[in-house]
């Protein structure tokens, strides 16, 4: 499960980044104003997506309407995404990445413990949007907890290199052999633990 993770500068640099080295645009105009902080279900992030065969920054709410309207689904399994009509065509061909800091996930004493790659300032979180009316919103992948996640939650986000970004998100095929590898790869995470008791929402 991923419920609420973390944006900065250093975020908001490695988009621009990401967009100019892939596609040499410059994404400059939101990004600039983007402010540090946790983001919840339903608020509005940074994302990266296809445009035509590039790809370019984009704002989305994290967060697809639940059944009859009610509630929000924010994350999918990658091992039955696939199968389910909710977000079969959208993993099919409107894939994202969500840039972020770290995530968080409370363990069972609702102990607040925070997730970063080792020596990486940016993680990059696989996911996929659809749209609902003139709004766009995403939800975020998860898999199978490695050994580090495992104590705390059975669940974590499917996290990208890299250098896998501009396949996940522009190629049809390859997409789909890369959850299975991410799946199966440990990825290096660290772990802080804050010891702020609170209940996710």
Known sequence: MCGRYYVDDETAKAIERLVKEISGRNEINRLREMKNGDIHPSDEAPVLIAKGNHVEAAWQRWGFPGFQGKGLVFNARSETVLEKNMFRNSILHRRSVVPC???????????????????????Y????YNYYGEDQRFVILTTEADEVMAP??????L???ADQIEKWILDDKEFQPMMRERSSLP?????RQDYEQLKLF
């Open 152 to 157: 705390v939650h059975d669940r974590m986000p």
């Open 159 to 161: 996290i990208l290199n």
């Open 125 to 128: 979180l696989a996911g996929f």
């Open 187 to 191: 990825v290096p995470l660290k772990v």
């Open 101 to 123: 800091s770290w995530f968080y996930e409370w363990n069972k004493n609702k102990e607040k413990i925070t997730f970063q790659r080792k020596e990486e300032p940016v993680m």
